[in-house]
């Protein structure tokens, strides 16, 4: 069975929220899988967007493209003000963060803010929105992205969201007490953290990816497990589901 690059990425991170009940999810592929996991491995899952709604059902063939559209509140159970979506975080009620940007880096850091410098960036991106709180508030939160040298840096240009900042306690020392990135899912793997320095380190490979794949398209030192277990292959139903969501093929 054939299937793209998107829909692996999707189908994967849907499943590492089996067993998950509540869920932060950004636009785009984070929403898509969260979406894709409460038909499959979590059926209880609460998903929260960021716009002010908890637990919408998203119509099939019809996802939304903004946190602030009228489509990503249909049937929601609640839709509070967003700054209370964030106090909920903040209270330590959302049990995952499912977010993506521009770059990461080897210490799990996220850039939404710009290509560049600051002042004069080669390119201008949206920004942070709700992704600072996502990965600073979150019980624990997954990056999802596509696997590409130009986004995977030893440093980014701009800590729009703040992973293990520059390593080993360097998080904690600079006030983030709770919360931490716990996982990259890509379309080429997943990587996980080093418990003491916090460098980011292969933990698996997707079906048909070699360890020398993951290595040309990370643009830093990565660690490398001794064991890298292989996923596996997105099923038949999973992708009916995926591409019945997703009708309009905007993500995948």
Do not use: W
């Amino acid at each position: 069975m054939s299937y793209s690059p998107a829909e692996l990425l999707a189908v994967i991170a849907a499943r590492q929220l089996a067993g998950v009940k509540s869920v932060f999810a950004g636009v785009g592929i984070p929403l898509l899988a969260a979406a894709l996991a409460q038909k499959t491995h979590a059926p209880d899952l609460t998903i929260v967007v960021e716009g002010g709604s908890i637990g919408p059902e998203l119509l099939p063939g019809r996802l939304p493209i903004s946190t602030n559209e009228m489509r990503v509140a249909h049937r929601a159970r609640v839709l509070p003000g967003i700054t209370d979506t964030f106090l909920f975080a903040q209270r330590g009620f959302l049990e995952v963060g499912f977010v993506g940007g521009a770059q990461v880096d080897r210490f799990g850091n996220l850039n939404s803010s710009v290509v560049g410098s600051y002042d004069k960036p080669q390119v201008r991106l949206p920004g942070s929105g709700g992704a600072n709180d996502i990965i600073s508030l979150c019980h624990r939160v997954m990056v999802v992205t596509m696997h590409e040298r130009r986004r995977f840096v030893p440093r980014v240009d701009f800590i729009t969201s703040p992973g293990f900042l520059s390593g080993g306690t360097s998080r904690r020392d600079a006030g983030l007490l709770f919360g931490r990135v716990s996982q990259v899912v890509t379309n080429l793997g997943i990587l996980g953290f080093d418990e003491e320095s916090k460098a980011m380190r292969l933990e698996g490979l997707h079906p048909g990816v070699s360890v020398q794949d993951v290595v040309e398209m990370t643009g830093f030192d990565l660690l490398i497990n001794d064991e890298l277990p292989i996923t596996e292959p997105p099923e038949e139903e999973e992708l009916a589901l995926l591409r019945g969501l997703d009708t309009e093929r905007r993500f995948i």
